[in-house]
């Protein structure tokens, strides 16, 4: 069973590096005069941010929902997520600059043990 997760995981990365390359492109041709080392980076960070936390959480329902719609639910719910962790984390007193490095590891962790955990039952 974990084996058939892990397989499904790996194709729909696959994808996800796909969608990055497409995604870069068309920043690419946005943003013509901008060097690509510059956009990459953008990219990159908006993947890291937004795409995979919320392709984790939504790995929940991956049984009942297809892909490119757990995709798109993803992102905006992790933006959600993100927005309000970091609105919190701010109150509490970590330093801005250190949410981007902490909250998305922590979301995709919940993300990979509410998965796991929906395995064990």
């Given at each position: ?17 796909l ?37 984790f959480?939504?790995?929940?329902w ?11 639910i993803?992102?905006v719910?992790s ?10 984390s ?26 796991l ?5």
């Open positions: 069973m974990k084996k058939e997760v892990f397989e499904l995981i790996k194709k729909e990365l696959q994808y996800i590096g969608i990055f390359l497409i995604v870069l492109i068309i920043f690419k041709i946005a943003f013509f005069k901008e060097e690509i080392s510059v956009l990459f980076g953008t990219v990159l960070s908006l993947l890291w941010t937004f795409v995979l936390p919320g392709y959480i939504m790995l929940y991956k049984e009942r929902i297809s892909f490119m719609e757990r995709f798109f993803g992102i719910l933006a959600g997520i993100i927005g309000i962790l970091s609105y919190y701010g109150i509490i007193g970590l330093n801005i600059k250190y949410h981007a490095i902490i909250l998305p590891p922590v979301l995709i962790l919940v993300g990979i043990a509410i998965n955990r929906n395995h064990k039952t």
